[in-house]
Structure formats: structure tokens, C-alpha cells
């Protein structure tokens, strides 16, 4: 407890050299905090919007679908099986197909998915489906519009081939445009009435994939059909979140060795000019254990110091962003993958406490470092002040 | 007055009246002899017109019967020496940058040329089209300054890229010189039109083709016959993948 006090009095009386070094490892502390925050943010907000307009509780696939390979797509599909999961809620069938919109005289291939209008598993404004006469009414994302430049109301011929590869092409009328954080539902794709697409295709009754409710429990898989959990359809966010937390630990090591390079060289400078204070501690009868604990402690409160500043100005910061979000400049279609407009971090207690942990360990790692060199003084030569 | 209204009337109604109008798969079994060969060799220049500029290719293709082609990119300079192989429903892209050989799905086929209005089997089909289409006679005009049967094809058989064609035929020459090419429902795709018709032995064959597709701005890809040859020896090899590298 002395030597906590002694530590405690010789920092403070440093003054701006401690301060300095502590406003430094605080921003250090906020900065680390505020990456993982957002990342995490991301992270729930990103999958909690796959869930909400994509995956649903899990998808059934046909064996042969492949999403990032759209040559495959006349050989996935087939009858919907009755009884895949049991559940309430029906489950809900997509057939996707390749196809040619000519929106103003340009040529844009997307992909058409045909997808019960009545369904209620994904947030896709599909009661928006309806239109008289014999139109087909299409959906399109909010991106995908801004690209073709379409509007609601609006009519596009779309050009596709039935299953014999023939040609066909009808007008289609937009009678909805969403808006959505999801680009794999958006960009370069049409959504139209599942029975609509079934007979331009001329595949009744089939699908390329079935979307299962939420609480449904896993389904079974079958010869033709292979369930893909949450797990696998929330893969490739989870690796992308990981790739860009790896810059995060980059940023935030470059911030916490700049720290630690002020505690180091504090420190250092200490041990150089303090020797008579150290051959007076000795001489008082202090071993040299003691005073190499003494020189280590009041680096390591360093860290104790730039938490509760940290703490000070930081709380109110994150809180505010947690609150209010953070506004991303860049189109979410930019990305290619699930972002907000706004993303709010999140802070758990784990995160906060682990960041203190690690920070003050590392501390007193690189306080103790310099301080060995007191346990090899020769206390008569130090007590004279001689440089050793 | 009265003559000329007779004169009128016997003509514009003989051809119903008294059936005149040819068969309309003769028509297309001609057409298949004037145009379809057991092989044929093509040098030939696609010219694609954009919106703002035209990219050119020059190419030399052999092909076999309606299975077999062999495609080689001779201009543009980043293009030289890319060859296509097609047997059946397989297609094969020799790249000279990469030096690579990617075997390519049938679904490929379907896909554009260099963003041109052909498809790789625009490009590379030579099918007989008696074969494959039921053909009726439905009138005839004049296209170019020639005399034409205006001829509506359906396809019997189910596996085929377009459902209707309707064709304008030389009535002397037996060569279709501008073609329609119709979606299910009906609506126009693709025109085709056939010009500067030359004597190639004992055939009629275009000079010129110009592809356009109906539904897209731009005036269209255009492809021209530098030189052909008929029913030529080609060996066997060129058809092989070996060829690809070579």
C-alpha cells in the first residue's frame, strides 16, 4: 500500500509529462473500444438484416445451386417437396433464372426470382405484386432502380429463355420499389410472382430454393434438396467482418505502441535521473525488489490513470454513438455485402474490460522493462548520482 | 380503267385463288441447299457498333455440320491468336495471355460475343432449318430490288433458341435477305439482313450480314464475308483441343 501511495505521488508530481502520457493511452483505450464497437455493430446489424430479408430461419437449396455461379442455374431447380420442415408458416419457394431487362435501349442482365406474393418470412414488400390485365408486376430494390433507372410505374421489356433455351420477352410493370441494407436481394435482380416465373419457364410446381420461417428447427435434408443453416448462409459476412477487424487490431497497435513507447521513454528518463532518489530508497533499507516494484507501479498506474480519463470523456462519446449511430458516406451497394446507412456500435461490458485488461498489462510489461536495470545499480554509486 | 382494275384484281388474287404460293418447306429445303455445306472455311470481319465508337474483329472459322466449329481471332492485336472450339454443346476459349485453356458450359452459348448482337451460337450454328421449322408462305414483297417470299416459320422442335422466324427469300436465288427472329409471345428480338449476295460456285451467299438486336439502342454488329470456301478438305486435328495451342 506504500509503495501504491509513493507510486501514486511521484506520478502526480511529474505533471504534464504523466498527463501527457495518459491522455495518449486513453485515446488509445477509446480508439480500441470504438473499432470493436462498430465492428460488433455491424456484425449483429448485418446478419439481423440477412435473417430479416434473405435467409429467414435457414434455406433449403437444390443440390446443384450455386449463387456465385448463375450458369448453374437451368440445372437447380425442381418440384417443391411437401414436408420438408414442420412449421405454422409455410415455408417460401424461389425460382431464379437468368434474364435480359432493356430498360431505355441499354441491355441489363439480372436475375429474376419468382416468389409467392403472399408470403410473409422476409421483410420483401411482395404484396406489392399485383397489377391488372394480365402484366406481370415486379419488385426491384432501391439500387437496383437508381442503375436501370426505373420508378414505380414504369415498364421494361424483359427478355429470358424457358427451359427448352427458347426466347421469350414480355413487358413488365414495376408496382414496388424497396428499400433495403441487403444488396444480395437488390442489386441486378427482379422479383416477380413465383407462379408468374413458373410458367414463363414453364417449370410448374418447382423452385431453386426454399426459404423456411424462423423457429422452424433444422430441416432435413433430402437427396435433392440440402438445408443450409444460418451458419453457412452467414459465412461470408462473418469473414469480412473478421478481415476488416484485422485493420482494426492494425490501427489500434500502431496507437497502443505509440503508448507504449511514451511509458517506455518515461520510464527510461526516470531511471536516469532519479538514481540518487533510488540510492536514498536502498540506503533506507528498501531492497532492490521493492524499488523496481515502486519504478514499475507508478508506470503501470499510467494505465489506471488514462482509463478514468478515458472514462471521462469517452463514456459520453460512445454513448452518443451508440444512441444516434454512425452515418456511412458510402452507398451500401458500394460494399457488395449488408451495411446500413447508419451503423450503431455495440459496446459490450466483455469488450470494455478486456480493453483495460489488455492495455494495462502491456503497461506494466514495458514498465517493468526499463525498471530491471535498477535491480544492477550499485546503491553508493547511485546515492552520488553517477551516471552507471 | 376497268382493264386495269381486272388486271389488278386477277393479279393481287391470283396466288389465293389458285394456290400459287410455293410450298413453304421447299422454300427452306432450298435455302438449307443453298446455304448448308458438309464443311466450310470463312475469314471474316465483326464489326460491333457501339453507342459512341465500332470495335472491329477480324476471325477465321472452319466449321463441320452444325456440331463442330473452330474459331480464330486475328485483330485486334490483344485479341491475335484467341481461339474457340465447339463440339456439340461444349465450348472451349483458348486465351494467349493467359495461356490457358477454359472449358466453358453449354449455358455459354447462349451468352454474347465481345458484347456484340451474336450469340456464340449465332456465331457458330450452322443448322438446316427444314429440320427444324415448319414454314408457310405468306406473301411477297420486294427487299433490296428483289422479288422475296415473305415466309413464317414455327419450330416443331421444342429445344430451339427462337420459336418463330419469319423469313423475306429471294425467289430466284433461294436466300433468305433479311430475317425476323421472334420470342414466344411474340415480340420482335432480332433482325437479320443479308446483303451484297454474291455467286460462290454453284451457291448464292452473302457478303455482308448485319445483326440487330430489336429490343437495344444501337445500330447493330456487323459481319463481313471476307472470303469463304465450300465443302473444302479440313483435317481432323482442327477440330481437336489440341489445336487450341497450337
Known amino acids: 500500500m506504500l509503495s501504491f501511495k509513493l507510486a501514486l505521488r511521484n506520478l502526480l508530481g511529474a505533471g504534464l509529462r504523466t498527463w501527457l502520457n495518459v491522455v495518449v493511452l486513453s485515446f488509445s483505450f477509446i480508439i480500441i473500444i470504438w473499432t470493436k464497437g462498430i465492428l460488433e455493430g455491424w456484425d449483429r446489424q448485418a446478419k439481423a438484416d440477412m435473417i430479416k430479408w434473405e435467409i429467414g430461419g435457414g434455406q433449403f437449396w437444390h443440390v446443384n445451386y450455386d449463387p456465385y455461379d448463375p450458369l448453374t442455374l437451368d440445372e437447380s431447380h425442381d418440384r417443391i417437396p411437401a414436408g420438408l420442415i414442420s412449421s405454422v408458416q409455410p415455408p417460401v419457394p424461389v425460382l431464379i433464372t437468368q434474364g435480359t431487362i432493356y430498360p431505355g435501349g441499354r441491355m441489363l442482365s439480372v436475375l429474376v426470382k419468382g416468389i409467392p406474393p403472399e408470403q410473409k418470412i422476409l421483410a420483401l414488400p411482395t404484396a406489392k405484386m399485383v397489377s391488372a390485365d394480365g402484366e406481370i408486376a415486379a419488385i426491384i430494390g432501391k439500387a437496383m432502380a437508381e442503375n436501370a433507372k426505373l420508378d414505380t410505374g414504369d415498364y421494361v421489356t424483359l427478355r429470358w429463355r424457358d427451359r427448352n433455351g427458347t426466347f421469350d420477352a414480355r413487358e413488365l410493370k414495376i408496382t414496388g420499389i424497396f428499400d433495403t441494407n441487403v444488396p444480395t436481394v437488390d442489386v441486378g435482380q427482379i422479383w416477380i410472382p413465383l407462379a408468374e416465373l413458373q410458367d414463363m419457364m414453364l417449370l410448374p410446381d418447382e423452385a431453386t430454393l426454399i426459404v423456411t420461417p424462423e423457429n422452424a428447427g433444422p430441416g432435413e435434408a433430402t437427396e435433392e434438396w440440402v438445408f443450409r443453416d444460418h451458419e453457412f448462409l452467414l459465412a461470408d459476412i462473418e469473414s469480412i467482418i473478421r478481415a476488416k477487424g484485422s485493420v482494426g487490431i492494425i490501427v489500434w497497435l500502431i496507437l497502443l505502441m505509440m503508448a507504449m513507447l511514451a511509458v517506455f521513454d518515461t520510464q527510461v528518463l526516470s531511471i536516469f535521473r532519479r538514481q540518487k532518489e533510488i540510492g536514498t530508497c536502498v540506503a533506507l533499507g528498501m531492497t532492490r525488489g521493492q524499488v523496481v516494484k515502486l519504478f514499475t507501479m507508478e508506470g503501470a498506474l499510467h494505465s489506471v490513470l488514462a482509463a478514468i480519463v478515458g472514462a471521462i470523456y469517452g463514456i459520453p462519446l460512445l454513448f452518443l454513438q451508440s444512441v444516434r449511430g454512425i452515418k456511412i458516406p458510402l452507398e451500401s451497394s458500394d460494399f457488395g455485402l449488408a451495411m446500413a446507412e447508419k451503423l450503431y456500435p455495440v459496446y459490450s461490458a466483455a469488450l470494455v474490460a478486456g480493453t483495460i485488461l489488455i492495455v494495462m498489462i502491456v503497461t506494466t510489461i514495458v514498465s517493468y522493462w526499463p525498471s530491471r536495470k535498477i535491480a544492477k545499480l550499485n546503491p553508493t554509486e547511485a546515492l552520488r548520482g553517477r551516471i552507471q | ?246
Open chain 2, 1 to 246: 380503267m376497268k382493264k386495269l382494275l381486272l388486271v389488278f384484281i386477277i393479279t393481287g388474287f391470283t396466288p389465293l385463288l389458285f394456290g400459287q404460293y410455293p410450298d413453304g418447306k421447299d422454300i427452306l429445303r432450298k435455302i438449307d441447299d443453298n446455304m448448308i455445306s458438309e464443311n466450310r472455311y470463312y475469314e471474316s470481319s465483326m464489326i460491333i457498333h457501339g453507342r459512341r465508337t465500332s470495335l472491329t474483329f477480324k476471325l477465321k472459322t472452319w466449321t463441320a455440320g452444325d456440331t463442330k466449329s473452330f474459331t480464330e481471332y486475328l485483330f485486334p492485336v490483344r485479341e491475335k491468336g484467341t481461339k474457340m472450339l465447339k463440339l456439340d454443346d461444349q465450348l472451349w476459349i483458348y486465351s494467349p495471355s493467359a495461356d490457358r485453356i477454359i472449358q466453358i458450359a453449354g449455358h455459354m452459348l447462349r451468352q454474347s460475343v465481345m458484347g456484340s448482337d451474336l450469340s456464340y451460337e449465332d456465331l457458330m450454328e450452322d443448322s438446316k432449318l427444314s429440320e427444324q421449322y415448319n414454314a408457310k408462305v405468306s406473301g411477297e414483297e420486294v427487299v433490296d430490288g428483289r422479288k422475296c417470299w415473305i415466309v413464317d416459320l414455327t419450330a416443331f422442335v421444342p429445344e430451339i433458341a427462337y420459336h418463330r422466324k419469319k423469313l423475306w427469300v429471294d425467289q430466284e436465288r433461294n436466300i433468305p435477305l433479311q430475317e425476323e427472329l421472334f420470342a414466344k409471345s411474340g415480340t420482335l428480338l432480332k433482325r437479320t439482313r443479308l446483303s451484297e449476295i454474291r455467286r460462290i460456285n454453284e451457291r448464292w451467299y452473302p457478303g455482308k450480314i448485319l445483326f440487330k438486336d430489336m429490343l437495344k439502342d444501337g445500330q447493330g454488329t456487323e459481319l463481313v464475308i471476307d472470303e469463304i470456301r465450300f465443302n473444302i478438305e479440313v483435317p481432323d486435328h482442327i477440330f481437336s483441343k489440341a489445336s487450341l495451342k497450337k
